[in-house]
């Protein structure tokens, strides 16, 4: 998450007035920094990782762990070395690692100091760093307080003592049933962007996660631990009118989405072309890199029959009117939308010569004034549609003072829509006056206990993107199956139980194109090569071409003998094909096995050791529930793994 602007916020009423304004400045000012900045190249790839951690308070009397609400104070401390070197970048030396605060005020957001370069043996860096980032972040902290990478608090919103320190649910922002606004970060933006979130919608989020059903859990399941009954806001008694659902988790607020943590890796490429490209590629890898690191299978004091975040977020952050959710028909909206603000990407964006206009199979809504705007200003079909689909989105926070922007220098405007679109992928370009070129972001990954873990996860994409790359891999599949795999990944037990689509053929043989060509760049393997390594496939019905097919996650990442080669599988032949010297190489081994063994099912992913856990507590009643006594025992033993003190070989193998 990037600085944050200072300003007076606008309620909705006042802000829905400007919307208009800020669409319009935030196209001019797209298209300012798009011919600006178009043809800019960077020779090298750099990229950057970011880890969101749950700040955990230890009440050791009542063997209670809570989440602690002190974290300003932490990033006072934690933020004082990049304060220093922005100060003077001459004379103080740059930070190695870098901190911001994020939605939840338990939540910190760590990243390395600056980006990583392109040298493999940069990769080695990834983890004594994150390693750092654990140990500075633990010293700002009171011996009773640690920062563990956990997605999702399992007690959150539960009734008593979960937060230190204690306050009621009773806050104006989100009118929460479980959750005060004391949780939200207290910068304007935070509770603003919640309370029009739900005055936008005409009610609250309602987030409903299915329950696991254990021997003992009621059938149907109706929450006991609902206030059903509270009468403090006009919006307590939906619950009661339809919006807790039974057999479900019902959760309120924004916070029970917006406080789970993720990893993120961020990479700049070479140049719009090749950024545009790995957006591509990366969108059908979404789904599988969320399933593969489940690790949120409990929600508000409950064991879910879901993995992963996902839809907890996207219904957490769902502004759309009933109208834009088709429950009435249109009469004051402009479109009837089919997702929320949060959730995967609906169009590819590439115009190189692999992209077939019949990938892009949803019937994508955009905003026809600002697309035709943006056609006749020279942007290329594809990227007018992207842009003018997610700027079918109102602004939700408007900084009064902050209105009125020289379009030319500034990218308020346009940021203001394009970061509350929180998607799979993020299409990210150069922010003005900078020396930053065109980025992606990959946001689908969730957070995992330990610092080996999520170096594995980061390096294994950041080695994807350069396969991608150095063997024009083509991952292409119809948009609408990446988003039935999106719904696929969330299940129990999706690594080993479910299947996802993906392409059979990934070294689709390029057909001559007067489509923008992509960049070429230099590798000492070929494709056939690599097709060697395969089953050589490459037939040229273009049906055949771009055949996908159900596959097990096993089969998407180690390949299956005559069919799909797999991830794993190019990416050692990528570093085959490089110089990559030994020490580097074994240590990468160690981390690509994790991901192999986790797809494989040798290693279980974090959800499914976090729910043995809790099915094998003694105090665990076979209920669904996962009480005070059980959540605390979880952390600490998270903490004691986090910190190497407790091995957990079927969770990381031996290491
Ligand atoms: N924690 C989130 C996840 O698990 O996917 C990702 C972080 C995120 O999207 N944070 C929100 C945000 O707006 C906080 S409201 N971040 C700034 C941005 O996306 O530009």
């Known amino acids: 998450m990037g600085l944050l602007s200072l300003g007076t916020p606008l309620k909705w009423s006042e802000a829905k007035e400007f919307a208009d304004h800020v669409r319009s400045h935030g196209i001019d000012q797209f298209l300012s920094i798009y011919h600006k900045m178009k043809d800019k190249q960077k020779d090298c790839l750099l990229w950057g990782d970011e880890v969101e951690y749950i700040v955990v308070s230890y009440d050791e009397q009542n063997k209670n762990a809570k989440i602690s609400l002190r974290v300003f104070e932490m990033l006072a401390i934690l933020q004082k070395d990049e304060q220093d070197w922005l100060k003077d970048p001459e004379h103080v030396p740059a930070p190695a690692t870098s901190w911001r605060p994020e939605y939840g005020r338990f939540m910190l957001e760590g990243t390395p100091g600056s980006p990583y370069g392109s040298s493999l043996r940069d990769l080695l860096l990834v983890e004594p760093n994150m390693k750092l980032r654990r140990e500075l972040a633990l010293k700002t902290m009171r011996p009773n307080e640690v920062p563990l990478t956990i997605v999702s608090y399992p007690r959150l919103g539960c009734q008593g003592e979960f937060l230190d320190p204690h306050h009621e649910p009773n806050g104006d922002a989100c009118r929460s049933l479980f959750v005060p606004d004391e949780i939200i970060n207290p910068h304007a933006r935070f509770p603003t962007l919640t309370a029009n979130i739900r005055r936008r919608r005409g009610s609250k989020v309602a987030i409903n996660m299915p329950i696991f059903k254990d021997r003992n859990t009621p059938s149907p399941f109706i929450d006991p631990t609902i206030p059903w009954d509270r009468d403090i806001f006009p919006e307590d008694k939906e619950a009661k009118e339809g919006a807790a659902k039974p057999d479900h988790i019902y959760m309120d607020a924004m916070a029970f989405g917006m406080g789970c943590c993720c990893l993120q890796i961020t990479f700049q490429a070479c140049n719009v072309t090749e950024a545009r490209r790995l957006y591509d590629q990366l969108v059908p890898v979404g789904p ?306 994790l991901i192999s063994r986790r797809a494989d099912g040798s290693l279980m992913t974090a959800a499914t050791w976090m729910r043995q856990f809790v099915q094998n507590h003694p105090a665990y009643k076979h209920d669904s529930v996962v009480s005070q006594e059980i959540n605390y025992d979880l952390m600490k033993t998270i903490e004691k793994i986090s910190s190497g003190e407790l091995e957990i070989p079927e969770l990381l193998g031996k290491q």
Not at 314 to 343: C, G, M, Q
Not at 417 to 431: M, Y
Not at 485 to 497: E, I, P, T
Request: hydrophobic share 35%; charged share 25%.
């Open 288 to 593: 599988i890199m969320l399933a593969l690191t489940g690790a949120a299978p409990i929600y508000r004091g409950y064991l879910s029959d879901v993995d992963c975040r996902w839809n907890v977020i996207a219904s957490s952050v769902d502004d759309r009117t009933p109208e834009e959710r088709a429950l009435k028909p249109l009469e004051h909206d402009r479109f009837v939308i089919n997702k929320s603000r949060y959730d995967s990407v609906d169009s590819y964006i590439s115009t190189g010569p692999l992209f077939k206009p019949k990938y892009n199979d949803i019937d994508l809504v955009y905003d026809k004034k600002i697309y035709d705007k943006l056609r006749s200003n020279d942007i290329d079909d594809q990227l007018a549609k992207h842009v003018s689909h997610l700027f079918i989105r109102d602004p939700l926070v408007i900084f009064k003072e902050l209105l009125d922007q020289d379009d030319s220098v500034s990218s308020d405007h346009f940021e203001n829509i394009q970061s509350t679109n929180w998607q799979t992928l993020r299409f990210k370009p150069p922010p003005p006056n900078s020396n930053i070129g065109w980025r992606v972001e990959f946001r689908s990954m969730e957070i995992q206990i330990t610092d080996f873990e999520n170096t594995a996860f980061a390096i294994f994409i950041v080695l994807l993107t350069r396969a991608i790359i150095s063997f024009n891999l083509n991952f292409y599949i119809p948009i609408s199956k990446v988003d039935e795999n999106m719904q696929n990944a969330h299940k129990r037990g999706a690594v080993l139980n479910e299947k996802f689509y993906f392409r059979k053929n990934v070294f689709t043989k390029q057909k001559p194109s007067s489509r923008q060509p992509s960049p070429s760049t230099s590798t000492s393997t070929s494709n056939a090569d690599i097709n060697g390594a395969s089953n050589g496939n490459t037939p040229d019905d273009d049906e055949d071409q771009d055949a996908y097919e159900l596959m097990t996650i096993n089969e998407i990442i180690n390949g299956k003998s005559g069919g799909f080669i797999g991830l794993i599988p190019l990416i050692n032949s990528y570093l085959n094909s490089v110089n990559v010297d030994i020490e580097t190489r074994c240590q990468l081994s160690k981390y690509l096995d």
